[in-house]
C-alpha cells in the first residue's frame, strides 16, 4: 500500500478538510481513506500499521543475518514473513517468497488482503515441492548481495526422505546466508504445549523440533503471540 503523503500528514488534511466541510472529523478521516483508495481510515491505519511492523523489522537485520520467525497457528508469522519481503522488495533488495505449506493462489490473496503490492521485477514466490536447503541456496546464488528470503517453514524443510536431515539444512542456510550477504528468514512453528503455560510470549524452548536442529546457528529470533512481538538475538552472527 502507498500513500500519497505521510499518515500524520493525511491526518491533519483530514482535521482541516473537517473544519472547513463542517463536518465530523471521523466522516473526513473516511473521506481522505477513500481518496488512497481504502474503504474506510480503519482500514488505511491498520493497513498502514501492519507495513510499518515489516519494515521496522527488516530495519533491524543486517546481509547475512538468519532469522528464526516462530508462533502459533493464527497468530501471524506468515503475514510477517510476506510483509518482510514486500518490505525488502520495495527497498530495491530481491525477495523470495518460499512456501511448502501455502499455495501461489493463497500467498497472493494474503498480499492483497494486505494491501501491498511489491514490485514484480523485485519479488517472487516459489511454492515448489523440492523447497530445501539446497532448492533455496541454487535460487538465491545469482541473488545480490542484501536479498532476503523467507521460507515457509523450517519444520516441513526435511519432510522428503530424499532431503538432508533438517540440523544439516539449517546449517548450510545459515552458512550461506553469511558467506552471500543474504538475508535468510525461517518462518516456524511453536509447540502446541506453550499455550497450556499461559506465557505470554514464547521462547526458543517453544519451538518445535521433531528432529534436532542447533537453534545456536540463527542469529536472531522473532517471537509473536496475540499482537505482541519479541525480536531478541541468537548466536551465529554475520
Keep these: 500500500m502507498k500513500l500519497s503523503l505521510p499518515i500524520y500528514r ?42 510499518n511492523v515489516g519494515a521496522r523489522l527488516l530495519s533491524e537485520f543486517a546481509p547475512g543475518d538468519f532469522l528464526l520467525l516462530a508462533a502459533r497457528p493464527g497468530h501471524g508469522k506468515t503475514l510477517l514473513g510476506l510483509e518482510l519481503a514486500a518490505a525488502a522488495a520495495r527497498a530495491g533488495r530481491d525477495a523470495v517468497f518460499f512456501s511448502l505449506e501455502e499455495t501461489q493462489a493463497g500467498l497472493l490473496k494474503r498480499l492483497a488482503d494486505l494491501r501491498v503490492d511489491p514490485p514484480a521485477q523485485r519479488f517472487a514466490i516459489d511454492t515448489s515441492d523440492e523447497i530445501s536447503a539446497g532448492h533455496v541456496i541454487s535460487r538465491l546464488e545469482t541473488s545480490r548481495r542484501g536479498a532476503l528470503a523467507v521460507i515457509d517453514y523450517l519444520q516441513l524443510l526435511d519432510q522428503r526422505r530424499s532431503n538432508p536431515d533438517l540440523c544439516v539444512q539449517v546449517r548450510d542456510l545459515g552458512e550461506f546466508a553469511r558467506a552471500a550477504g543474504v538475508t535468510i528468514v525461517a518462518i516456524s512453528q511453536v509447540d502446541r504445549a506453550f499455550e497450556a503455560h499461559g506465557g505470554s510470549l514464547p521462547g ?29 538475538a541468537i548466536g551465529a552472527v554475520s
Design 204 to 232: 526458543l524452548a517453544d519451538i518445535r523440533l521433531p528432529n534436532p536442529v542447533d537453534l545456536g546457528l540463527f542469529s536472531h529470533a522473532c517471537f509473536l503471540h496475540d499482537g505482541q512481538m519479541r525480536l531478541q
Design 10 to 51: 493525511l491526518k491533519r488534511q483530514a482535521r482541516l478538510l473537517s473544519r472547513e466541510a463542517k463536518i465530523p472529523l471521523a466522516e473526513a478521516l473516511d473521506r481522505i481513506a477513500r481518496r488512497e483508495g481504502q474503504p474506510s481510515w480503519s482500514m488505511l491505519a491498520h493497513l498502514s500499521a501492519r507495513q
